[in-house]
């Protein structure tokens, strides 16, 4: 008898904070994990830290404004199996300062990877989702919902708040700057914002994820879950 096979999850962004813990916890739970960024070898830690947990994360190197560059990374990842989640995770901070002083390439630059990277990955790896009738997507949300429904692909939102990282610690450090009071007091002020008085982990919104891509949720399409420790009530 032949061993059943193993679900693939796709995640892009995948070698730092949100995207690495969403990538080990999908390899923990039994998914073999498509693991991409945009330089392969920034993936070391994320494929060592899904062994550790048990489970398989596979790097591949993806550019998520590259049409050409996320076609392939949907055919090398349907090489490893069927692939029945996808968390379009790739993204990027973009600019803290103020409209009126940002850059028409940083605005540029922001837009291409938050949505037009969400639009590509997506667009590549629906098809095959559409003819198998099983999927969950994590990123747009609604429309995709309503397209899909009728294959039994599943479309959320994660919405996380304030992730404890390297990359909210440059954005406090920068709104300190700008406020001209410490990283200290920018860092409680942010807290402050939360009824838990302190700000997500990367692992908690991981656990979100996991929920989402398993038959625990199998009736659950169209929807936002906010992660945000309380910031955001409804």
Known sequence: MNAPEVPVAVVT????????????????????????????SSLSETV??????GGTAVPFG????????????AERAGELGQVHVVVANAGIAGPTTPLHEMSLADWRETLATDLDGVFL?????????????????????????TELGP????VNA???????????????????????????????????QSPLRRMVTAEEVAAACVFLASSGSASITGEDLNVTAGVVMY
Do not use: H, K, W
Request: proline share 4%; glycine share 10%; hydrophobic share 50%.
């Open 151 to 154: 294959y039994d692909v599943r």
């Open 158 to 192: 994660i919405c996380p708040g304030l992730v404890a990282g390297p990359r909210i610690e440059q954005v406090i450090a920068r709104q300190a700057a700008a406020l001209g009071i410490t990283v200290e007091e920018a860092r409680a002020e942010a807290d402050r």
């Open 121 to 145: 990955t997506f667009r590549a790896f629906i098809p095959a989702m559409i003819e198998r009738r099983n999927g969950s997507l994590i990123g747009l949300v609604r429309t995709l919902a």
């Open 13 to 40: 962004g995948a070698n730092r904070g949100i995207g690495r813990a969403i990538t080990v916890a999908l390899a923990g739970a039994g998914f073999t994990v498509a693991a991409s960024a945009r330089d392969p």
């Open 62 to 73: 993806c550019d998520v404004c590259d049409e050409a560059s996320v076609a392939a990374l």
């Open 48 to 53: 060592e830290e899904a062994g550790q947990v």
